[in-house]
């Protein structure tokens, strides 16, 4: 079994290609004209992206999903198969609906010769991926060569002159800002980030330039396996408690990606980062601060933030930012440092950071109908929630200033994200909803994970009610959209919170208030 993966032409298959960093990978490697296959129980629109560039997805997770991938592969060659094929998945029209991309990668290695025989495909698992699963022990029996996605989002930043973005929080939107601005600059990045971007049309974008701009996740350790021209971290805090103990554990994971890189860009305003790590370069948005890059006169607007951005002493120009609160601008300083530390003038920068509209479920707002505004966010940790619902308040402050709709209330729709989180962060969550004037609880979602802990979430809306006055439990999906409709009112901001699938019913509630009584 190899012990580095194989970008030579062998075939990948992804367990899982369906979720947002796996589909990612996926995407790059589609685009380097490598054959990928992949299974997922969910159809979406990332999943009919891939297809569309050629991958073959079965719709389930499945053993019998190998045989399928070994029959294709020991076939050979055969006629390229019509454009409307490949948009179909195997396990919809049989072992020939493979794009001529694949063929080509099958029948030919690096040097164009014919190969001699057939390779089983690099296995690509995350975490999420259990060993009793049917699909990975296949991969296991069959001997094909396992990695985990870091492994190869590892050797795909050794490609390149890489910037690595790591922290708790903000990662998906300082990699977003620091992508966008490269593109904007004509520098042509590869992109791999943890969100949705209009910009690049999805969470991947394959460049000819020498950057990659990547999301590195330190939520299961893998942290530690990457390396990079410039790391990045944004901040420090405890917030995956079903891999790490205590906060030393995820310190000591940030340290070792520290030593990894070249050059680290750090968030000072972090204690942690402040206390724990030495960036070589650092920001902050404390204007008394010795940082590097400092922030002064910031104005945080309903619909912005301007600021003042200070190098080393030195002023460099005036920031207008189109998203919302004080977590944002502190991104912004990160994507500043990273930046001029490419070279790049400061006037490119702070053109392609004020036309940045942000990632897909930050704090996006989906629609707005009958005066009732919908707006969808990722956050799911207490301090989050804390961040985003602030950056409600903001956008509160707009609405009074003759625009429309006219918001008065904020009602924020929780769903907590795992048991162990939920556990561990209890009181935090219970005290961190006081900008919201109403609280909507959903229950766990438990991403597969067992409740250890027999905690609901009817005991999070209780604990939350010791601190807020109007808090409202709704059991089920169904329950909540029935509840919305006799909650929600003209001049509410209404946030979706959660990493889970709450946000699957906005577009049903927001279908309601277009059409009343369609439900």
């Not at 190869?152 to 973005?165: M, R, T």
């Not at 942690?272 to 204007?287: A, D, F, H, M, W």
Request: hydrophobic share 40%.
């Amino acid at each position: 079994m190899p012990s580095s993966v194989d970008f030579t032409g062998r075939p990948f298959h992804f367990i899982g290609i369906g979720g947002i960093g796996m589909s990612a990978l996926a995407y790059i490697l589609a685009k380097r004209n490598l054959p990928i296959y992949g299974s997922d129980i969910q159809r979406s629109h990332i999943t009919q992206r891939l297809q569309a560039l050629g991958a073959q997805i079965f719709c389930r997770q499945d053993a019998s999903n190998f045989e399928y991938v070994k029959q294709s592969l020991e076939q050979g060659v055969h006629q390229p198969t019509s454009p409307m094929e490949q948009e179909l998945s195997i396990s919809e029209q049989g072992l020939n609906s493979r794009s001529a991309s694949v063929i080509e990668a099958e029948a030919f290695n690096s040097n164009g010769q014919i190969k001699s025989e057939i390779e089983l495909p690099q296995v690509i698992c995350s975490t999420a991926i259990h060993a009793g699963n049917s699909e990975y022990q296949a991969a296991l029996e069959l001997g094909c060569p396992i990695f985990h996605r870091s492994d190869l989002l590892a050797a795909l930043i050794q490609d390149y002159q890489s910037i690595a973005v790591a922290g708790t929080h903000g990662k998906t939107t300082t990699s977003s800002m620091i992508a966008f601005i490269l593109l904007n600059a004509d520098l042509d990045p590869t992109i791999l980030v943890g969100g949705e971007v209009n910009a690049w049309e999805g969470n991947a974008r394959m460049g000819q330039g020498p950057y990659m701009v990547a999301e590195a996740d330190e939520s299961d350790g893998s942290l530690v396996k990457i390396t990079a021209q410039i790391g990045v971290i944004t901040n420090i805090e405890l917030d995956h408690p079903d891999h790490y103990q205590t906060l030393d554990e995820v310190i000591k994971t940030f340290k070792v990606f520290e030593t990894n890189c070249k050059t680290l860009v750090g968030c000072i305003d972090c204690a942690t980062v402040r206390e724990q790590i030495q960036p070589g370069i650092t920001y902050s948005l404390n204007p008394d601060s010795q940082a590097h890059y400092i922030a002064k006169n910031i104005d945080y607007r309903p619909n912005g933030i301007y600021a003042d951005i200070w190098e080393k002493g030195s002023f460099l120009g005036e920031l207008d930012l189109k998203l919302l609160g004080q977590h944002n601008l502190s991104n912004a300083l990160a994507a500043i440092a990273v930046g001029r530390q490419l070279g790049l003038e400061f006037s490119v920068i702070a053109k392609a950071l004020a036309e940045f509209e942000g990632a897909k479920r930050r704090f996006e707002c989906r629609g707005c109908h009958n005066d009732i505004l919908f707006v969808d966010d990722y956050a799911h940790h207490p301090s989050e929630i804390r961040a985003t619902l602030a950056a409600a308040r903001l956008r509160m402050q707009e609405s009074s200033l003759n625009t429309q709709p006219h918001l008065q209330r904020i009602v924020a729709i929780f769903q907590p994200h795992r048991y162990s989180r939920t556990h561990a962060f209890l009181q935090d969550f219970a005290q961190c909803f006081s900008d919201a004037d109403i609280v909507v609880l959903t229950e766990i979602y438990s991403a597969g994970e067992p409740n250890l802990w027999q905690i609901d979430g009817q005991k999070v809306a209780e604990l939350i009610a010791n601190y807020h006055p109007q808090v409202l439990y709704q059991p089920s999906m169904d329950d909540l959209k029935i509840g919305l409709t006799q909650l929600l009112q003209p001049g509410d901001l209404v946030l979706f919170l959660g990493a889970g699938n709450l946000n699957k019913i906005i577009p049903t509630v927001m279908a309601f208030y277009q059409t009343p009584g369609s439900y």
